[in-house]
C-alpha cells in the first residue's frame, strides 16, 4: 500500500488533492498515475474539476 492509498483511506486526502498529484502533461512531477487514482479512488481521472 502506498502513501497515498493510506492518506486516502485514512481521511487525510481527498479526491481533490489526489487529483493534484496526478503525474500529467500539465504536472509532469506527480506523485501517482491515472490508473492508481482510479484503483484507490475507485474514480476515473479527469484533469477537469467537477461542477459543484
Known amino acids: 500500500m502506498t502513501f497515498w ?7 487525510w486526502a ?3 488533492l489526489l487529483r493534484m498529484v496526478v503525474k500529467t502533461e500539465q504536472m509532469p512531477f506527480g506523485e501517482i498515475t491515472k490508473e492508481d487514482f482510479k484503483r484507490i479512488t475507485g474514480e476515473d ?3 477537469e474539476v467537477p461542477a459543484e
Open 45 to 47: 481521472f479527469d484533469s
Open 14 to 16: 481527498d479526491v481533490a
Open 5 to 11: 492509498e493510506n492518506a486516502f483511506l485514512w481521511g
